[in-house]
């Protein structure tokens, strides 16, 4: 059982009931939270619409977009169904629009969801898009949970459910730094995505008194990764550093974990610590990562939800669509139990947080969020948890 703000709910599946009882605060003084704003509208909806409560929230996902996002606002829009069905005395009812994978279409697409009277708006997926739509809720006074994985878009009440990279670097340098490893080299790909990781490891090793000894940041292409794997390769040969970071994701890390063996860094002479991104075939299945850690969600609550998911619509779900499953969730569940106060910024922002699919999170009065991560460890062609994922939150944010 877990225990939470003094609420109790079983296991770390999300129902209704876990969410609402983990939302419940301290203290009484919801009454202080942010009011409602006037009515937007009421025109007849247009579009599809799942569920049939009171509380309607907004769902905006590049349903039209080709290739890969098309395809994931599809398994999007599908878990937040399977949330609905899964309870089905939730009030709420989901406005589901396509946002074209645009900012434009972004823009349109929340201001019809605000006009038929979305209170809530989840989505949409990619950054720019996000900024689109907080110009919209804002003026409306609408809050947004959006799925973005670039923590530059969060703000007051534009609220990121997506796995962050502050988050992973946070997880893994910590735990690194309690194995004794505070002198860390990253290779980072030289992407907005690498510089973001940057920021959150010279931050996170600072806070855990190591030291960031160098950065070497590739281009995309194997030379200029093997040329910046050869320099910090020589970096650890001259024995100033005892950890690597190198996050990125699917052929990268294998190919710079076989340069830095070619040129006799391994992980009996270093550890080895990658992101979320590793949680990849690939990643396991390359020896000479053997003994690496990185940080994922425990594994048990997408495995149900994967089963679910096949069940109803005939085929496995991306991995990312436990985010919209678990934001329409949490809807349903804020709804059920706060009244008028339901999606104000003092309920969205518990610091006790909720529990979803992929284990506890929160969100911060910045917008962005924490979760609960476990330290997994390569060998043998899997991947084994050796720390679990931390079921609450025993800090209060920036603790």
């Known amino acids: 059982m877990l225990r939470v703000g003094g609420m109790r709910a079983a296991g770390v599946a999300l129902s209704l009931s876990a969410l609402a009882a983990l939302a419940a605060c301290s ?41 890969n996002a098309g395809q994931l606002a599809l398994n999007m829009r599908n878990a937040a169904d399977l ?3 899964d309870f089905q005395t939730a009030n709420i009812q ?9 900012p434009e279409g972004a823009r349109a697409a929340a201001s019809q969801a605000i006009s038929e009277g979305a209170e809530l708006i989840l989505g949409p997926l990619f950054a720019r898009s996000v900024t689109a739509v907080a110009t919209v809720a ?24 997506s796995f962050l990279p502050h988050g992973d670097v946070d997880r893994i340098v910590g735990f690194a730094a309690a194995k004794g490893k505070r002198s860390i080299a990253a290779l980072l790909p030289n992407t907005a995505e690498g510089t973001l990781y940057e920021a959150a490891l010279q931050r996170a090793v600072a ?6 000894m160098t950065v070497a940041k590739y281009d995309l292409d194997k030379v200029s990764m093997q040329s910046q794997a050869t320099a910090v390769a020589s970096l650890v040969n001259a024995g100033t550093v005892d950890a690597i970071f190198m996050p990125d994701a699917g052929d990268a890390a294998p190919f710079l974990a076989q340069v830095l063996a070619a040129n006799g860094i391994t992980s009996s002479k270093i550890a080895f610590l990658g ?69 104000s910024a003092q309920v969205m922002t518990n610091p006790s947080g909720f529990i979803g699919i992929d284990g506890a999170f929160r969100f911060l009065a910045n917008g962005t969020s924490q979760r609960g991560l476990a330290i997994f460890q390569i060998g043998a062609g899997k991947a084994s948890v050796i720390d679990p994922a931390p079921k609450t939150f025993s800090k209060a944010p920036g603790a």
């Open 27 to 67: 203290g009484s003084g919801l009454g202080l939270g942010r009011g409602r704003g006037p009515e937007i509208g009421s025109a007849p909806v247009t579009g599809e619409v799942l569920g049939t409560g009171a509380v309607k929230v907004g769902l905006l996902l590049p349903l039209s977009a080709t290739g």
């Open 83 to 85: 949330a609905i069905r």
């Open 94 to 102: 989901i406005l589901v629009k396509d946002d074209r994978g645009t």
């Open 138 to 161: 804002k003026a409306a006074n609408v809050p947004v949970v959006a799925f973005s994985t670039d923590s530059t878009v969060a703000s007051r009440d534009v609220y990121l459910l």
């Open 207 to 212: 806070n855990a008194a190591g030291r960031v």
């Open 275 to 343: 992101s979320g991104q590793w949680d990849d075939a690939r990643i396991a299945a390359e020896s000479n990562l053997n003994g690496a850690w990185y940080p994922a969600p425990d594994a048990g609550g997408f495995s149900g939800f994967a089963q679910r998911y096949q069940a109803a619509f005939g085929a496995p779900p991306f991995r990312a669509a436990t985010l919209a499953y678990d934001a329409a969730s949490l809807a349903a569940g804020l709804s059920a139990r706060f009244g008028a106060e339901r999606f």
